[in-house]
């Protein structure tokens, strides 16, 4: 695995990888990003890191791209312009409530979900 990280200063494509075996590693997870949002080409770019494999905190698929393709999800990847008591709300105005499990949410702070279904 080791081999995968180290920098060839001779690498051609720097940009999306550090070396052959790190960019055959970005080809596999590539791959598996384009197979789990198939039906969502839409946000294979908003997906796929502009930065080598290992090159910053994995993560690790463990239900997150199908939850991407649910009806009621949307990816905002724009910068969060303010904090509120209830959510973010991004640089152009989108409202989020954080990533969070909602029944547990709601449960351990009594939070009334009717307020986030009206935002």
């Not at 770019?45 to 009806?71: M, S, V």
């Not at 409202?95 to 279904?117: G, H, I, K």
Request: charged share 25%; with cysteine.
């Amino acid at each position: 695995m080791i081999e995968a990280l180290r920098k060839d200063p001779g690498w051609p494509h720097p940009q999306r990888a550090v070396n052959a075996r790190n960019d055959g590693h970005r080809q596999f997870f590539t791959r598996y990003l384009e197979d789990q949002l198939q039906d969502r080409p839409d946000i294979h770019a908003k997906t796929l890191p502009d930065y080598p494999p290992f090159g910053k905190r994995i993560l690790l698929d463990n239900g997150w791209y199908a939850a991407l393709k649910r009806d009621h999800v949307t990816l905002v990847v724009e910068p969060v312009a303010e904090v509120t008591e209830h959510g973010l709300v991004s640089e152009s105005g989108i409202y989020a409530m954080p990533f969070l499990n909602v029944e547990y949410w709601q449960m351990t702070r009594n939070v009334d979900l009717d307020y986030y279904t009206q935002c």
